[in-house]
C-alpha cells in the first residue's frame, strides 16, 4: 500500500524558534492533512489542504500541498510549549474507499532541556 | 459536543481473555475507523465501515473483529488477547467525501 515518509522523526523546539517537518509518498494524493496529538489524546485536525500548490495558514501553522501532489510540509512560526505533542501528516485519494486516509509515521516535538 | 466516544479508557487483560471496545459518534459521520498506535509505529488501520452495514479490513485486522451496530457505533473485540495486541486503540469517524476525521480520545490496552 501507499506509504507515507514523515521528517524529521523526532524534533526539540527553542520558544520562539520556527520548525518545521514535511511529508513525502510515492503515490499521488488528492488531500493532504495535518493532525496533532496531544499526550493522552487522540489526534486533532490542524489543517486540511485539497489543491496542489495549495498554502494554508491556521495562526501560527502553515502547511503547502505539494505541487507534485506527493509531498506537503507544515511549518510553526514562534514556538511555544504548547506546542509540543506529535504532529501526523496523512494522505487521502480522490474517492478513497471509506474515505481511508494513509498516516505518516508522526514528528513528535519535544521542548529544548 | 461530545464528537467520538470511546469506552473504556484503559484495560488490562489476562492473554486469552476477550472484550469489545465500544465506540460511538454523534456527527451523523457515515464512516468509522479502528486504528492502533504503537511506539514509533504511526496510526495503522484496523477495520474500517464506510457505512451503516458494512465494514472491511485495514491494515492489521488479525485477531480482530468488528460489528457496525448502527450509523452511531462501531466496536472492536478481541476474542482471545495477546501481548502483542497491547496498544492504544483509537476511533474515528468521518462524513461522506472526506474531509479529515475525528477522533475519540483512545483505549489504553495492556495485556499480560
Known amino acids: 500500500g501507499q506509504q507515507l515518509n514523515q521528517s524529521p522523526q523526532s524534533m526539540f523546539i527553542q520558544e520562539g524558534e520556527d520548525v518545521s517537518m514535511n511529508c513525502t509518498s510515492s503515490s499521488i494524493f488528492n488531500t493532504w492533512l495535518w493532525y496533532k496529538q496531544d499526550p493522552g489524546e487522540g489526534p486533532v485536525l490542524l489543517i486540511a489542504?485539497?489543491?496542489?500548490?495549495e498554502l494554508t495558514s491556521n495562526g501560527r501553522l502553515t502547511a503547502q500541498f505539494g505541487i507534485t501532489r506527493k509531498d506537503s510540509f507544515l511549518n510553526i512560526s514562534a514556538s511555544i510549549p504548547s506546542d509540543v505533542g506529535i504532529y501526523f501528516c496523512?494522505?487521502?485519494?480522490?474517492?478513497?474507499?471509506?474515505?481511508?486516509?494513509?498516516f505518516g509515521g508522526g514528528t513528535r516535538v519535544l521542548v529544548k532541556p | 459536543n461530545a464528537g467520538v466516544t470511546q469506552t473504556p479508557k484503559f484495560q488490562v487483560l489476562k492473554t486469552g481473555q476477550s472484550m469489545t471496545l465500544q465506540c460511538a459518534q454523534d456527527m451523523n459521520h457515515n464512516s468509522m475507523y479502528w486504528y492502533r498506535q504503537d511506539p514509533g509505529m504511526g496510526l495503522r488501520l484496523i477495520y474500517y465501515?464506510?457505512?451503516?452495514?458494512?465494514?472491511d479490513k485495514g491494515e492489521v485486522p488479525n485477531g480482530y473483529n468488528v460489528s457496525r451496530l448502527n450509523k452511531r457505533e462501531f466496536s472492536l473485540r478481541l476474542e482471545s488477547a495477546a501481548p502483542s495486541q497491547t496498544s492504544v486503540y483509537f476511533c474515528?469517524?468521518?462524513?461522506?467525501?472526506?474531509?479529515?476525521?475525528?477522533f475519540g480520545s483512545g483505549t489504553r490496552l495492556t495485556v499480560v
Open positions: 474515528a469517524s468521518s462524513r461522506t467525501g472526506g474531509y479529515g476525521y475525528t
Open positions: 465501515s464506510a457505512s451503516e452495514g458494512t465494514t
Open positions: 489542504l485539497y489543491k496542489a500548490g
Open positions: 496523512a494522505g487521502q485519494l480522490f474517492k478513497a474507499a471509506g474515505n481511508k486516509l494513509t
